[in-house]
Every structure is written in C-alpha cells, then in structure tokens.
C-alpha cells in the first residue's frame, strides 16, 4: 500500500490526512443518501431499487482510481496539461450545441457509446489550474497571453451560457473570480469583471423563457404551486417536513414521485426531511471543515500557483455545495447544480474527486519532500567529485 502513495503516509501533512479521510467519509455518505432517495423510484420504474445506487457506485471506483491518479502526478505536470484540456473541453461544449442530447431545454450531453458525457462538468479541474497558471504570474505574462486566456476563459462562460447553463457558467465565474482576487489583482478590474458577468447573467435570463420562469417562481412558488413553482414547493414541504431531528433515514414521503429530481438536483431535499434540522447542521460543518481544511493547505503552499490551485478547488467545491442547499431551501433560483458526491452522476463524481485530489496534492507538496524542482534535485544522484 505505501508503494501506492505518493509520499509514505508517516509524512502526510495533517491536512492532507484529514481530507483524505473527510473525501472518504463523503463519499461513503453520499451513496447512503443516494440509496434511499433513488429506491422507490428506481423499483417503480425500472424494476431495481438498488439501480442507481449499483452505479454510482461503479462510477466511485472509477473516480477514485482518478483520485489516485492525480495525487501520484506531480502538480508542474498537470498545470502544463490544463490548457490544451482547457480548449479540448471548449471544443466539446461547443460539439453540444450542434450534436448534443438535449434534456429539459439544455443541450449539456455528448452520447459516446453507452456514455454520456457532460463536458462541463469535467472541463472543471482544469479551470482551477489554467486560472493559477495566468494569474499567479500575472505582472509577468505578456499582453499577448493575457488577451488569449482571457478570451479562453470568456468563450468557455459563453459556450456554456449558450447551452443554455447559467448555474454551472456562474460557478466558473465565481471561481476564476475568486482565484484572481487570491492572486492580488487589482480591486478596480474585479469590480468592473464583475459588473461584466453580472451583465451576462441578466441577458441570459431575458434570453431564456425557462430561466424566467425560474426566477418568477423563485419570487412566489406558491403562486403557481402546480405549475413553475411546483418543483420547489415540493422541495421546502419536504424540508420542512423534517422538523428538527428528520422523518428517519428511508421515510422521506415527498421522495415517492411528489418531488422530481430528487436524486439529483433536489437531493437535498430528501436529505433534510430524512435527518431533519440537526442533519442539515450537521452537514453545513462538515463544508466549514472541507473549507478551513483547504485554507491551511493554501496557507502552507510553498509556490503562489499551488496556493492558487488550493483556493480554486475549495471554492468550486464549496462553493457548488453551498449553491445547491440554497436553491433547494428556495434561497436562490432554481438551477442545474447537483451536490457533489451525492447527487446521483457518474461526470460530477470524477470531476469532484479530481478536484479533491488536486486539493490533496497541493498539501502533499507543501512538504517540499515531493514535487517542484527542489525536491527532484534532492532525488537525483549525486555526481562524484
């Protein structure tokens, strides 16, 4: 097993340890929590409970082979891989809009083979580090360079905007966002960036009937409760429901086809009515802890790229969580955001573990015992005088 590590685990750092074991804990939860919000319609239509459960499943083996595959490559090595899998992943966001399957309004999925592939789901980790490539050194890089990834990263919210996809193009924006403003930019060309993807977002809105509509039935579901507001009125009954120690795990009533998506999108839902006001605490700490936990791995980063990976992976992991709890308790509108690990999909399980990986990565070369051009010196041969 020590073979497999990257670094013998006597000299994990303690923040490395404890994401490692937190990931775990996630993972292992979101699979319960899966279970019991897919069973009784996966036995009612398909004719298996444990369907998408089985599946999941496969799909978190995979992702922590891919766990294990980005903690054993060196951070240099992927940060020079993200920018042609940044275009790549242009490419086929852009491949969605002209052959992509289109599901409620969206065109988010490319069919290859028995798989569907949601590009920008996966597109993600290499977001994070293209974004710490140009920053980090930002007084540094040309202007030649800047207008490229600035035009890369602005065609990338665009393709996505014009899937239609605010809810994942505002997530990127957020995180670009935060990563510029972790690397000292100036305050004044934030402000007017912001003011910018603010602007995107609103002609979005006006350009989409279905967002619209979101945002009405967002003001006052219970105006339309059969109607646009239905969706999220099922969600606040069903949260409501569970009261302040939950109906049990298993007994969630609104999860017997009153609420939709409940294994995706509004799995939250089914969460909070299953374990109640004390759960859904219980959950919010577990994301400070995922949160402080990444903060002490930027703080201990010995390069300013890595330190900006370390930012960008918590706040798209964070930072999704947070915005999925908010549109299913009606704090936000109604968008496309599935919680990571737990929401049922095999494209957000490999990118979230990915990303967790990256995280770990980050502490696991704060070290300085692996990874960067000190460490390789220190394990190359010395030559004989």
């Known amino acids: 097993m020590q073979r497999l590590l990257p670094l013998p685990w006597a000299l994990w750092p303690a923040e490395a340890r404890l994401l490692i074991g937190l990931t775990a804990l996630w993972s292992l939860a979101g699979l319960i929590v899966l279970g019991s919000a897919s069973w009784w319609v996966a036995l009612r239509e398909i004719g298996d409970g444990a369907f998408y459960v ?7 083996i995979a992702s922590w082979s891919l766990l294990g595959l980005t903690l054993s490559t060196s951070l240099r090595r992927w940060l020079k891989w993200s920018g042609p899998a940044l275009w790549i992943g242009c490419l086929m966001i852009a491949a969605t809009l002209v052959m992509g ?18 590009p920008s789901e996966l597109v993600k980790p290499f977001v994070v580090l293209q974004a710490a490539n140009l920053f980090a050194p930002w007084n540094r890089v040309g202007l030649d360079q800047k207008l490229l990834w600035l035009g890369s990263f602005g065609g990338l919210l665009l393709l996505i905007l014009k899937q239609p996809n605010l809810s994942t193009a505002a997530l990127m924006g957020l995180t670009l966002w935060m990563v510029a403003l972790a ?18 977002g609103v002609t979005s809105i006006l350009l ?3 967002q619209r509509l979101r945002v009405v039935s967002f003001l006052d579901p219970w105006q339309d409760p059969m109607g646009d507001g239905y969706q999220l009125v099922q969600s606040l009954l069903a949260i409501g429901s569970g009261g302040l120690a939950g109906q049990g795990y298993g007994l969630s009533t609104q999860k017997l086809q009153y609420l939709p998506i409940q294994n995706t999108d509004f799995i939250y839902a089914v969460f909070a009515e299953e ?17 402080w936990a990444g903060l002490r791995v930027a703080l201990r ?11 960008g992976c918590c706040t798209i992991l964070v930072g999704q969580s947070i915005l999925n709890i908010a549109v299913a308790s009606g704090a936000m ?17 490999m990118s979230s573990l990915v990303i967790l990986g990256l995280l770990i990565r980050c502490s696991l070369e704060s070290t300085g015992l692996i990874g960067g051009r000190t460490a390789a010196r220190e394990r190359m041969p010395r030559q004989p005088r």
């Open 54 to 60: 089985k599946r999941q499943a496969i799909w978190l």
């Open 101 to 118: 399957t289109t599901v409620n309004g969206a065109s988010r999925w490319l069919v290859v083979g028995p798989l569907q592939v949601q």
């Open 183 to 200: 690397a000292g930019l100036r305050l004044r060309s934030l402000l007017g960036t912001a003011l910018v993807g603010a602007g995107m």
């Open 208 to 210: 989409n009937e279905y």
């Open 275 to 291: 374990f109640g006001f004390v759960g859904s605490i219980m959950l919010l700490l577990f994301l400070m802890l995922m949160a």
């Open 301 to 311: 980063c010995r390069s300013n790229q890595a330190r900006l990976v370390a930012i």
């Open 333 to 349: 509108p109604t968008t496309g955001l599935p919680l990571p690990l737990i929401s049922y999909g095999g494209n957000s399980l």
